[in-house]
């Protein structure tokens, strides 16, 4: 994780040399599950390299401050959203608005980003939850309580790719944004493996509260 820019941040804060509000965003990206055991430049058998770097770079690019890190071993989905929340507590306590701040994940970073969203239990946050629900997950992780403004992208072609109104409808949190959209890029599970403006810039726009994805 990018920890010299939350300590920034916090140093800012604490010794009030900003002097301005903060009126920076910020987005926490959470790749999928191949390169937390394999290296960036280590190719997917059937979907190549994940792009994880060109993703973030996109972000930047577009003006968000972003945090990120590569993950290593296979993580604990829940036990990894802990440390997320609490990173994000310490954003929300230098003052910046919880729907400046976009918890964004694809695959197991969506997964990821789905217990983010149940810890933190704030329905200002923004998530965008990318190829990361089947069916058989209200069975199976029936934990989960969505909650924030959520925006949910899934590929046709893809195992992922099923709506989760059915996790909306189980969740008790009043969440004021819900979006689906459904891909057809036909490249499966591969579509998240690089920064393809079908689903980057309907996360940047959501991130930054355009809600109406317009």
């Known amino acids: 994780m990018k920890i010299s820019l939350l300590i920034g941040i916090l140093f800012c804060s604490i010794m009030f040399a900003c002097g301005t509000k903060n009126e920076d965003r910020y987005i926490f990206f959470l790749h999928n599950r191949f ?4 290296e960036l430049n280590e190719l997917h058998p059937e979907f190549g390299r994940t792009e994880y770097k060109e993703i973030v770079s996109e972000f930047e690019k577009n003006g968000f401050k972003v945090i990120s890190e590569k993950r290593n071993g296979n993580v604990n989905a829940r036990d990894y959203a802990v440390g997320i929340k609490s990173q994000i507590d310490s954003l929300l306590k230098t003052g910046i608005e919880p729907q400046k701040i976009t918890v ?12 983010v969203s149940t810890l ?11 190829a990361s629900f089947r069916n058989n997950d209200i069975q199976d992780i029936p934990e989960i309580n969505y909650c924030g403004n959520i925006l949910t992208i899934y ?3 893809n195992p ?3 709506s989760s109104l059915e996790r909306k409808k189980t969740s008790d949190c009043v969440i004021n944004q819900f979006k689906e959209i459904e891909l057809n890029t036909g490249m499966g599970h591969g579509f998240l493996f690089k920064p393809l403006k079908e689903w ?3 996360t940047i726009k959501w991130a930054n509260e355009n809600y109406n994805l317009e």
Do not use: R
């Open 104 to 115: 964004v994940g694809t695959s197991k970073g969506g997964y990821i980003a789905q217990y």
């Open 120 to 130: 933190a239990n704030n329905q200002n946050l923004n998530f965008v939850f990318i």
């Open 200 to 202: 980057i810039e309907p």
């Open 35 to 38: 390169i937390e055991t394999h």
């Open 155 to 157: 590929e046709k072609s």
């Open 160 to 162: 992922f790719g099923v």
